[in-house]
């Protein structure tokens, strides 16, 4: 495990990569979007122990916190949706130039699951495939549903509530600037590009909502019989690292590398 | 504002990022330790809002994970308990900031299970010249119960109510559980040592000269549930009136809100300057 930070100064950002310990015959490596806010915060020890399993299985793997958010530079408000597009074009480079894998799988998990469809289209040199767990398709009520869990758990709490600086939102303790809220608001799946820039699986529950999937991304997919509480507040000490998700994640990606 | 994120420690298996002061550094550096199990920008990102507000007011910050936390492995050499473990960890981290910035005093910040470790280091390490904790150990006194009830019954007039009427009738009914002789506090997995065990490190650490803050949430509220529970619980200690105290029922566990987060980064800031501001 590699803790740096890359990009230009000012907009800096905080990777970790992990190293194969083996080798594979073709070289290859993963790169991991974050999601957004507090589901970054409950899904972190997962997926470190995930990009632990892929570079056991010989993938190096990059796991890396956009702008304005977790450890890299930039405030919670200055962080927008095409920031992390990006920010996850920047890192796919990064791990290019340090593992010179010929091949790469991206997984983006719920927000960053969307971004990396938007962007993977917009690099000079694709990923081979991209698995995209419970991708957010329905941008108005996942934000819908971080407004109204946040009310609720500071009207049940009597907590110490505010404006947010500027027009941001707050999201469960997270600032999402009116441009961030206003670009997760408009995501659909007819933001999704027209074709799939590479292959597409889907894992979990937005693969039960296949329908929804433009005809023409002809989305693989891949049930999970996980239910996680993406954003739970309540329990301080519980993290999910589910070790059914682990193991589905990594045969995905695997597969997909093959 | 500059970071650096990199390894440390006598095995290279631990993780954290500097943030470096702004202007003339102070001779003070802050540590911002894990709370719980979340990895080392703290609960809502915390501990990078802090460093970052902190740096700019001249300290060197550092926050990082524990042996196996977050980014951090275990190391070849692991110590036999958690607690241990935590004391060697913030050690090498110290170590780390003092050969990248030349500072060699420090002080600690941190949340429940971090409050918790940094006391135990500083009880240890006379590097340590600062702790301010956020809902760490609290004991109970004989008013302790009233408080609690009186702060739910404002918070919930009709729900309390209604418990205590059940629990009225089911002691008239004598069909209420007997409380086992050997009933333990809720302690939320925080191994709280003995009252005068912790009332002999406070009046160490104070004695030592170490500027020690303890601030309650709401969160906290079965442990802590009023402003004089402090002095009500350890009159005549030494340390009573030299540890400042803090109690924010509007406030919760991990800052949930990011009007809570601007409350409690200017409360650390306020009492960072207030004690370790200059070389």
């Given at each position: 495990?590699?803790?740096?930070?890359?990009?230009?100064?000012?907009?800096?950002?905080?990777?970790?990569?992990?190293?194969?310990?083996?080798?594979?015959?073709?070289?290859?490596?993963?790169?991991?979007?974050n999601p957004f806010g507090q589901e970054a915060i409950r899904?972190?020890?997962?997926?470190?122990?995930?990009?632990?399993?892929?570079?056991?299985?010989?993938?190096?793997?990059?796991?890396?916190d956009y702008?304005g958010t977790g450890?890299?530079?930039g405030d919670d408000e200055q962080a927008s949706?095409?920031?992390w597009?990006?920010?996850?074009?920047?890192?796919?480079?990064?791990?290019?130039?340090?593992?010179?894998?010929?091949?790469?799988?991206?997984?983006?998990?719920r927000l960053?699951?969307?971004?990396?469809?938007?962007?993977?289209?917009?690099?000079?040199?694709?990923?081979?495939?991209?698995?995209?767990?419970?991708?957010?398709?329905?941008?108005?009520?996942y934000l819908?549903?971080l407004r109204?869990e946040h009310?609720?758990y500071?009207?049940?709490?009597?907590?110490?509530?505010?404006?947010a600086p500027?027009?941001a939102s707050d999201l469960l303790g997270f600032a999402a600037s009116?441009?961030m809220a206003?670009?997760i608001?408009?995501?659909?799946?007819?933001?999704?590009?027209?074709?799939?820039?590479?292959?597409?699986?889907?894992?979990?529950?937005?693969?039960?909502?296949?329908?929804?999937?433009?005809?023409?991304?002809?989305?693989?997919?891949?049930?999970?019989?996980?239910?996680?509480?993406w954003t739970?507040e309540?329990?301080?000490?519980?993290?999910?690292?589910?070790?059914?998700?682990?193991?589905?994640?990594?045969?995905?990606?695997?597969?997909?590398?093959? | 504002?500059?970071?650096?994120?990199?390894?440390?420690?006598?095995?290279?298996?631990?993780?954290?990022?500097?943030?470096?002061?702004?202007?003339?550094?102070?001779?003070?550096?802050?540590?911002?330790?894990?709370?719980?199990?979340?990895?080392?920008i703290g609960p809502h990102r915390i501990?990078v809002k802090?460093?970052?507000?902190?740096?700019?007011?001249?300290?060197?910050?550092?926050?990082?994970?524990?042996?196996?936390?977050?980014?951090?492995?275990?190391?070849?050499?692991?110590?036999?308990?958690?607690?241990?473990?935590?004391?060697?960890?913030?050690?090498?981290?110290?170590?780390?900031?003092?050969?990248?910035?030349?500072?060699?005093?420090?002080?600690?910040?941190?949340?429940?299970?971090?409050?918790?470790?940094?006391?135990?280091?500083?009880?240890?390490?006379?590097?340590?010249?600062?702790?301010?904790?956020?809902?760490?150990?609290?004991?109970?006194?004989?008013?302790?119960?009233?408080?609690?009830?009186?702060?739910?019954?404002?918070?919930?007039?009709?729900?309390?109510?209604?418990?205590?009427?059940?629990?009225?009738?089911?002691?008239?009914?004598?069909?209420?559980?007997?409380?086992?002789?050997?009933?333990?506090?809720?302690?939320?997995?925080?191994?709280?040592?003995?009252?005068?065990?912790?009332?002999?490190?406070?009046?160490?650490?104070?004695?030592?000269?170490?500027?020690?803050?303890?601030?309650?949430?709401?969160?906290?509220?079965?442990?802590?549930?009023?402003?004089?529970?402090?002095?009500?619980?350890?009159?005549?200690?030494?340390?009573?009136?030299?540890?400042?105290?803090?109690?924010?029922?509007?406030?919760?566990?991990t800052a949930s809100t990011l009007a809570g987060q601007?409350?409690?980064?200017?409360?650390?800031?306020?009492?960072?300057?207030?004690?370790?501001?200059?070389?």
């Amino acid at each position: 495990m590699q803790a740096f930070r890359f990009g230009p100064a000012g907009r800096q950002l905080a990777g970790i990569l992990h190293p194969p310990t083996r080798t594979r015959s073709a070289p290859a490596s993963v790169l991991i979007c974050n999601p957004f806010g507090q589901e970054a915060i409950r899904i972190h020890r997962l997926l470190r122990l995930l990009a632990e399993n892929l570079a056991r299985k010989g993938f190096a793997t990059l796991r890396f916190d956009y702008f304005g958010t977790g450890d890299s530079d930039g405030d919670d408000e200055q962080a927008s949706l095409s920031g992390w597009r990006a920010d996850i074009g920047a890192a796919h480079a990064e791990l290019a130039r340090a593992t010179l894998a010929r091949k790469t799988a991206w997984l983006g998990v719920r927000l960053g699951g969307t971004a990396a469809l938007q962007a993977a289209e917009g690099v000079a040199w694709p990923p081979a495939h991209l698995i995209a767990w419970e991708p957010v398709l329905d941008g108005a009520a996942y934000l819908s549903t971080l407004r109204a869990e946040h009310a609720d758990y500071v009207r049940r709490h009597r907590l110490l509530a505010g404006p947010a600086p500027g027009a941001a939102s707050d999201l469960l303790g997270f600032a999402a600037s009116a441009v961030m809220a206003e670009e997760i608001g408009r995501l659909g799946v007819d933001t999704l590009p027209g074709r799939p820039p590479c292959g597409v699986t889907v894992v979990g529950a937005g693969e039960r909502d296949a329908a929804r999937w433009p005809p023409s991304w002809n989305v693989n997919s891949r049930p999970l019989d996980v239910e996680l509480n993406w954003t739970s507040e309540e329990a301080l000490n519980t993290a999910l690292a589910p070790m059914a998700a682990i193991g589905t994640l990594a045969a995905a990606i695997e597969e997909a590398l093959a | 504002m500059s970071e650096q994120t990199f390894a440390f420690g006598r095995g290279g298996n631990l993780c954290g990022t500097l943030t470096s002061a702004q202007g003339s550094p102070a001779g003070v550096a802050i540590l911002l330790l894990n709370a719980g199990i979340i990895h080392r920008i703290g609960p809502h990102r915390i501990n990078v809002k802090l460093a970052r507000d902190l740096a700019g007011h001249g300290f060197h910050c550092f926050r990082f994970d524990l042996s196996g936390l977050g980014d951090s492995r275990f190391s070849a050499q692991a110590r036999s308990s958690y607690q241990e473990q935590a004391i060697a960890d913030i050690a090498d981290a110290m170590q780390a900031v003092t050969e990248r910035t030349g500072v060699s005093r420090f002080a600690v910040f941190g949340i429940c299970s971090g409050a918790q470790n940094g006391l135990a280091a500083a009880a240890v390490d006379a590097r340590l010249a600062g702790l301010f904790m956020v809902d760490g150990y609290a004991y109970a006194t004989a008013s302790s119960a009233w408080h609690r009830r009186w702060f739910y019954l404002r918070r919930a007039p009709l729900t309390s109510i209604a418990r205590w009427l059940l629990s009225l009738r089911r002691r008239l009914l004598g069909t209420a559980a007997a409380a086992p002789s050997d009933a333990v506090e809720i302690d939320y997995g925080q191994n709280t040592p003995p009252k005068p065990v912790f009332a002999q490190m406070l009046t160490t650490l104070v004695g030592r000269g170490v500027r020690v803050a303890a601030l309650f949430t709401g969160s906290w509220i079965e442990r802590f549930s009023y402003l004089r529970q402090w002095h009500d619980g350890f009159r005549g200690e030494t340390f009573v009136d030299r540890v400042e105290i803090d109690f924010q029922p509007e406030l919760d566990h991990t800052a949930s809100t990011l009007a809570g987060q601007r409350f409690l980064v200017e409360r650390v800031r306020r009492w960072a300057l207030e004690h370790f501001a200059g070389p």
